[in-house]
């Protein structure tokens, strides 16, 4: 997509697409614990979600790397987009290589961290293709967003792949596939992926093999940047599914299922962040290159005063039919909906606080993020420990929850030390008391057992109207902008 459009159409394509990517996660999971029940769900995700985290370690920072100098190196020499995007990728793949083959000589030792049961090494052994080449499709799809192009994303991140799985799950109600057999047909989709991602980059901006960069920015000068990346990345991905993880490791893969039931549904909720950190983050790079902190300020208020209004919507629509939800998956997997109203409680704070992540990284703050990035990770591994003997697969959401919400007001008070910037402004401050009146009107009556539906209804009626004038700015903003 042109950097020349309005952020209001990226916005609703990259919306889109993240929820159809969103919805076939959610399909992806129904399915699968359908077909192999929650043992073997959680067999599955936990290899594929090993191998996920492993590929965002291998990206070593440098996709993030790209967004920061892209936009500045392009503007020096057309020729320096061709030679970041080869460089960019022979130090990811060739990383990302020798990662794979590593894990794979060592494979059984690396299996018990993630499976009480060792035998289940097969299913890390499996899942490796998708190391190699999801790092490599992630840099392509990078490069592109530097640029201001969504295409990547779109098509590839949340259709192929999310798609592309969810027609393998529905194959193996035709084909008796095992859950090994699964796996290894995901692997080949992202190979497959990754062909789609390079090919597609190479044409689009006629790019070619070189490695000469032509500015006075060096290839050592990235690589120096991109190591405190290499932690807020993996940092970031892993506090999302460690809990997974660990529960794999000290508990149950049934539990370890369940847990990921829950955050899927919570993470396909929070697309509006992710949409937004997509969409502004190569605005807020080329913002601070300039040293515009008034452009910095207004990008952070306009996507804040957005999440804050639509986010509210998704996130307290499931947090009032969780428990349907969750049944949704099956009967057994009922036992995760605290699960699910923890985490919910954590993503609100995170949509809540906006883009504050991206500020950090993108305005040279990095190292401040790695701390973030590092403490929010330790504190939910250690809360989760601590909390799953005690509260099963709740205290793995509690932990997620308590973390999250922490590390969020960090990175929110350093934001606002180091930029100037004003979460509760007063149309924030609208947002958030007419938002907590809605959640006590909604609290009381229904404790008293009226119509659930009839009281929902209302009250999202209540909610638009009296944010109409609200609504009208917000899309206006979002239109002026490119």
Sequence with gaps: MSSGHSNLRKLILVFTAKGLKGVGGLLLAWVLAKKYGAYGSGLFFIGYTFAFLCSSFAQLGVGNACLRFIPQLREEHESNLSAMWTVSQLIVGGFALLLSVAIGFWVKPVAELVYKNVSNWTYIFCALPILFFWSLTRINIMVRQSLGDMSGITVVENLIIPLGMLVLSAFTFVIDLSVL??????????????????????????????????????????????????????????????????????????????????????????????????????????????????????????????????????????????????????????????????IILGQICNCYTGPVGY??????????????????????????????????????????????????????????????????????????????????????????GLNRELLVAVLLTVYLLFNFNNLRGLILSLQSRS
């Design 181 to 342: 057999g699964f796996l290894s047909a995901v692997s080949a989709l992202y190979f497959m992926s990754f062909l789609y991602a390079f090919t597609s980059t190479r044409r689009d901006y006629d790019l070619r093999l070189s490695i000469q960069l032509r500015s006075s920015v060096r290839i050592r000068e990235i690589l120096i940047y991109s190591i405190p990346l290499l932690t807020i990345a993996f940092s970031q991905t892993s506090l999302i599914w460690i809990n997974m993880l660990i529960l794999g490791a000290v508990g149950s893969v049934v539990d370890a299922a369940l847990f990921v039931a829950a955050m899927k549904v919570a993470v396909s909720i929070s697309i509006l962040l992710y949409t937004f950190n997509s969409v502004y983050a190569p605005q807020i790079s080329m913002a601070y290159a300039r040293e515009d902190f008034d452009s910095i300020r207004i990008l952070y208020r306009d996507a804040t005063h957005a999440l804050t209004f639509f986010s509210f919507i998704l996130l307290a629509g499931v947090a009032v039919y969780a428990r349907v939800v969750m049944d949704f998956f099956g009967e057994q997997y009922v036992a995760a909906t605290s699960c699910l109203l923890w």
């Design 359 to 448: 500020l950090l990284i993108l305005s040279g703050k990095s190292k401040l993020e790695v701390f973030n990035t590092v403490a929010g990770l330790l504190l939910n591994a250690g809360l989760c420990l601590l909390l799953y003997s005690r509260l099963g697969v709740s205290g793995a959401g509690l932990a997620f929850c308590f973390s999250n919400i922490l590390i969020n007001l960090l990175r929110y008070f350093q934001c606002r030390k180091y930029f100037a910037i004003n979460w509760l402004d007063r149309r924030q401050k609208y947002f958030v008391c007419l938002q907590s009146m809605l959640v006590v009107t909604y609290l009381l009556p229904n404790f008293y």
